[in-house]
């Protein structure tokens, strides 16, 4: 469970998230609606504990995500920064994060399976496409058994069916009683992965409902 009260962050001058409250509830895939720069980034950076907020608060199951030390971070991220060097094998990747988190290998397995990277785990990064290095960040975000998965624009440039796929693997993951927060400046796109809704426009909060409300209403 995501809950923001009253979150706001400020660069300078400039409002980036603007008095935002919102919950992120268990079992359901959440989507986060806003155009570039709404400040939907900012936002997750906030909840990931990455960015400060200028005033307000975000709490991650009740805690503040900062305040739990490292294995306790039972939070996944996908941002849209997921740099792996080329030259290295998805396996290799997701074993050198693991090490360095003291997660086993078992679960590395594990995620590669969840993930379908099966085929191409040994195979070396340069050749991946969108859809692959997309599967490889969300194995990666995995890969501590998070209780809550915030993932931004992870569908971005995807054909229909890397965006389906998405869909349905976020959907079992909630299923499974995570909450699920998922960015993007499309409509389209979040009827096709969400089925809540928060919605900003300029830092604001337009609206949180489900999709079906948001879809009825337009
Ligand atoms: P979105 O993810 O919805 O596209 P962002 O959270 O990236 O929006 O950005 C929200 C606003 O905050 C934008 O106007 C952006 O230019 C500004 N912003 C984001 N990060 C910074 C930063 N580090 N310094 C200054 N302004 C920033
Ligand atoms: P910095 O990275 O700027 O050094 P700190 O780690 O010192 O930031 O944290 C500064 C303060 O911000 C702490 O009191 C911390 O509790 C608070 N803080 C950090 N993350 C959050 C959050 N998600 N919501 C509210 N306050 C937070």
Redo the contacts with the bound molecule.
Sequence with gaps: MIEARGLTKR??G?V??DDLSFTVRPGVVTGFL??????????MRMILGLDRPTSGTVLVDGRHYRDLPAPARHVGALLESRAIHPGRTAENHLLTLARTHGISRRRVDQVIDLVGLRGVARKRARGFSLGMNQRLGIASALLGDPSTLVL?EPVNGLDPEGIRWIRDLLRGLAAEGRSIMV?S?LMSEMALTATELIV?GR?RLIAQTSVDEFVRAA
């Design positions: 660069y300078g400039k980036a998230v806003g155009p570039n720069g709404a400040g939907k980034s900012t936002t931004d960015s400046h900003i830092g």
